[in-house]
């Protein structure tokens, strides 16, 4: 699991219209209601475990900011259970 956090540096609110992961093994959760100027968000971004090795994704941001996705990445490398 791992959480943006981002400020809305723009003179609108934000809204995220649509946030997609770029696979079912990684599952974004993120703000409902418009984000006020000056105000902060999070996007947090849960990745399944149980998949071993290592990984990277990516979650695109449809927002009302701009007419291109924002795109975040996450990686990272899962250990099989007693490896570590």
Known sequence: TYEFVF???GTE???LN???SSCGCTVPEWPQEPIPAGMEGKIKVIYN???T???SKSISLY???TEEP???IIRGKVE???TL
């Open 7 to 9: 400020t809305n540096n």
């Open 13 to 15: 609110p934000l809204i």
């Open 18 to 20: 649509n946030v997609r």
């Open 49 to 51: 475990t149980d998949i």
């Open 53 to 55: 090795g290592a990984f």
């Open 63 to 65: 927002t009302n900011a």
């Open 70 to 72: 924002v795109v975040l």
């Open 80 to 82: 099989e259970a007693g």
